[in-house]
């Protein structure tokens, strides 16, 4: 009854939800994406060879 519609809904919105919220970070990801060479070479140059493979591995594994 009422406690399905209501889960119902929620997925519904949730779904919504979540596409806007995907659709406004693109922008930002493709910046993200653009830095990631920049921030690369300047911590090699830097001597930041850690620092360096940190910032590639969240980039791969999209927590950046």
Request: no cysteine; hydrophobic share 50%; proline share 2%.
């Given at each position: 009854?009422?406690?399905?519609?209501?889960?119902?809904?929620?997925?519904?919105?949730?779904t919504?939800?979540?596409?806007?919220?995907e659709?406004?970070?693109?922008?930002?990801?493709?910046?993200?994406?653009?830095?990631?060479?920049?921030?690369?070479?300047?911590?090699?140059?830097?001597?930041?060879?850690?620092?360096?493979?940190?910032?590639?591995?969240?980039?791969?594994?999209?927590v950046?």
């Amino acid at each position: 009854g009422t406690i399905g519609a209501v889960a119902a809904r929620y997925r519904f919105y949730q779904t919504i939800v979540a596409q806007e919220v995907e659709k406004a970070l693109k922008p930002v990801h493709a910046q993200l994406d653009d830095l990631q060479a920049t921030v690369d070479a300047m911590a090699e140059a830097e001597g930041l060879g850690a620092h360096a493979a940190a910032v590639r591995v969240r980039m791969k594994g999209g927590v950046l």
